[in-house]
């Protein structure tokens, strides 16, 4: 297998992913708390992952990706203050919880879907694994992590001396945190909950042995990534913004229960900006993945995402969504063009070796951090070098016509995943009436040796209304779809 190198977050360099089981490679990421639209943030967030799990796999792995759905315990302050996010918006659209829940988890994934992003393989949700989330709260609290006041039930961060090696916080400092402290249950104004006490008006409230309530939203994490992947397990990744308190706390509770490592690998995405602010909800800049897919076909803002590192910031613009637009109609109309070729087997140029070279460099830079911006510029070079090729001769071997759809399919579709079916099937990029197209074609050439060239402009002109441009060239003429 190539050797694939990752930045992990928690040593703060790239390193050789070695997998805990050979040939196996187990991966959490945190997934949606289901309470609104996805918006491009998140469209950033699961593409990198999708990357990440479709690469894999594609260096031979055998991949077991668990993404859970946040359905309770995540409060607005992200910490562990304020409301639940999704008990508030039950109130505000005066609906049970769960059909919030409901709502929104379709939502997310009919975004997905379209987006290309594969499913998980198991998306496990917070409110289904509540006795595993009290089971590790018990843990805790038997071996002195954790102690309870008035049916909260807090973790101690003063007892576990690794608190903050994820994102640089020493315990010392956070000890000495000059936050004004509000709750004077805990101990420590560090100290996070594990399980919160219910009031009536919770609607989602479970029976613990401290009394009625609901977990806090890191331990759900720790429960259900370590039930499906076992601990430790290999990649666990989120967005950047989750580093500290979420990942951190998650990292606090696994292995101080177990005396464990929790993951191995820590990866964390990057944000996308607005004039160099982040995109989200809290902050009413957002634009949802819905919203963009109105005016975008969906692959143009995968794309837009996978042209730059998911470790850097993504600056949002509609220029950039409409650079996003003509690169992927670049790739598509290399791919029709490579279709239509004409197949010879007495073709003087062979491809076999140019192939096999674009598909190593091409692995070469996902195997350095799965570096898509530099994947896509071999892409790139590859269709210019082609296209120079086939401008000369538009004759090729059938062995290495299907040779280089084959790698394109490999490579821009099942790693980048930028050919979703309904692109290869051509339905949507005019494939259905290639052949009326071919007629028309034809009939303007007649028109065009007949020196009826008003005829044959109108045709053109009605065609570029329809958006579809025709190419003029010494061989004949070309169309292309815009
Ligand atoms: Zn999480």
Known sequence: MKKLFIYNSLTRRKEEFISLHEGFAGIYVCGPTVYGHAHLGHAKSYISFDIVVRFLRHLGYKVRYVQNITDVGHLTDDADAGEDKIGKQAQSERLQPMEIVETYTRSFFADMDALNVLRPDISPRASGHIPEQLELTQMLLEKGFAYEVNGNVYFDVSKYSAYGKLSGRSVADLLE?????????KRHPADFALWKKAGPEHIMQWNSPWGSGFPGWHVECSAMSTKYLGQPFDIHGGGLENTFPHHECEIAQSEAATGKTFARYWMHNNMVTVNGVKMGKSLGNFITIHQ????LEPMAIRFFILSSHYRS???FSDD????????FQKILTFLRRVTELVPATDAGIRLEQVVSDYQVAFENELCDDFNTPKALAVVFDFIREMNSLFDQDDRLNPV???GLINVLRRTVGDVLGLLPDAVLSNKEQGGDFS???ELLLELRQILRREKNFALADQIRQKLTELKIEIKDTADGSRWEKK
């Open 435 to 437: 052949g009326v197209m």
């Open 320 to 327: 950039a969504l409409t650079a996003g637009q003509k690169g």
């Open 177 to 185: 945190g000059t936050r004004i402290e509000v709750n004077t249950e």
């Open 400 to 402: 290495d016509q299907a």
């Open 292 to 295: 963009a897919m109105e005016n």
């Open 313 to 315: 910031p993504l600056d």
